[in-house]
């Protein structure tokens, strides 16, 4: 099974039309469209998809995150963070295009994302970035896209993944977490295909 996008390879930077934030003084809103993404050859016995893109270098602790005159140690440990949930794809889905699911960034986030018929989309961690901010503080849905803090010396990796199951749809409702889907698909799983791309709002930082 293989993932592939038009928009960026994998192991290469992931362009900022499809990030949340962008480069600037220290930075800004960007586009956040969702990336075209297409994939083949799952098994026979598909049933349906699961797609998830999620970063595992964001920083454990949130002391020097965006705090001038201070960066995010390299070697600071690192946890996830979700930037797409998005279940019950119909099995003939084998493509999405750029800007398909998401074309902007939605203040308190979207209500009723873009999907595939059928598709059921889950809560990102934007959610709780956000919780208590007065502009931008709600229930996050769907695709946002990167935004890593802009004084961190780590390159971000997104980890899109698409995930083969043996089930037609899982008993998910909309705004379910990583942790419901994860325990969701246990046991149905066939087949998965992953794409990597890079993204840093830090200069300092190739990528």
């Known amino acids: 099974m293989q993932l592939r996008s038009d928009n960026f390879d994998d192991g290469q930077p992931i362009p900022a039309e499809f990030a949340f934030g962008k480069r600037a003084d220290p930075f800004a809103l960007s586009d956040n469209l969702s990336p075209h993404l297409a994939w083949k050859n799952a098994p026979s016995a598909t049933r349906s998809f699961v797609l998830t893109c999620i970063d595992t270098d964001v920083p454990s602790r949130g002391d020097d995150v965006n705090q001038k005159g201070r960066s995010v140690p390299a070697d600071l440990p690192r946890v996830e963070f979700t930037h797409w949930l998005m279940a019950n794809i119909p099995a003939e889905c084998g493509e999405l295009a750029a800007g398909a699911c998401s074309d902007e960034v939605t203040p308190r986030g979207k209500r009723e994302p873009f999907g595939p018929p059928g598709s059921v989309q889950g809560v990102n961690d934007f959610t709780g970035w956000f919780s208590g901010d007065a502009d931008m503080g709600g229930e996050y849905l769907g695709y946002d896209g990167p935004c890593p803090p802009w004084n961190d010396a780590l390159l971000h990796h997104y980890h899109f993944k698409i995930h083969a199951l ?11 977490s990583l942790a419901e889907l994860r325990a969701a698909m246990v046991g149905h799983v066939l087949a998965e295909a992953e794409l990597v791309g890079t993204y840093s709002l830090n200069p300092a930082v190739a990528g």
Not at 166 to 176: E, M, R, S, Y
């Open 166 to 176: 043996d089930v037609a749809a899982l008993p998910l409702i909309k705004g379910f």
